[in-house]
């Protein structure tokens, strides 16, 4: 069973910045799809940044230039490294990943508990 546990959330000011990380645990399976996805109350939930195990990135326009999605240990550690904060990205942040394909992906199937991003003006 694959779990994702998410940290580093916290609330900053504008232009500030925050490093998420994500540990997954238990047996990856090559090829994957990982990346992290937010929702803000009342809002759809979004896919921010993606990579996948042949290391290819993607990243909605909304943060290009702004957010870098990395990972290291085979997979095992996920990151989003998040400069430039602005109001409008204050969310739920959830690190995701799906196995046995390349990004991009509709869905995904497994999904951590999330951790909150707080930018204030």
């Known amino acids: 069973q694959v779990q994702l546990v998410e940290s580093g959330g916290g609330s900053v000011q504008a232009g500030g910045s925050l490093r998420l990380t994500c540990v997954v645990s238990?047996?990856?399976?090559?090829?994957?799809?990982m990346g992290w996805l937010r929702q803000a109350p009342g809002m759809e939930r979004e896919a921010v940044a993606t990579?996948?195990?042949?290391?290819?990135?993607n990243y909605a326009d909304s943060v290009k230039g702004r957010f870098t999605i990395s990972q290291d240990n085979g997979g095992n550690t996920l990151y989003l490294q998040m400069n430039n904060l602005k109001p409008e990205d204050t969310a739920m942040y959830y690190c995701?990943?799906?196995?046995?394909?390349?990004?991009?992906?509709?869905?995904?199937?497994?999904r951590g508990q999330g951790t909150q991003v707080t930018v204030s003006s």
């Open positions: 238990g047996y990856i399976v090559r090829p994957y799809c």
């Open positions: 995701a990943a799906d196995f046995w394909r390349l990004c991009p992906i509709g869905d995904f199937n497994y």
């Open positions: 990579i996948d195990s042949d290391g290819k990135t």
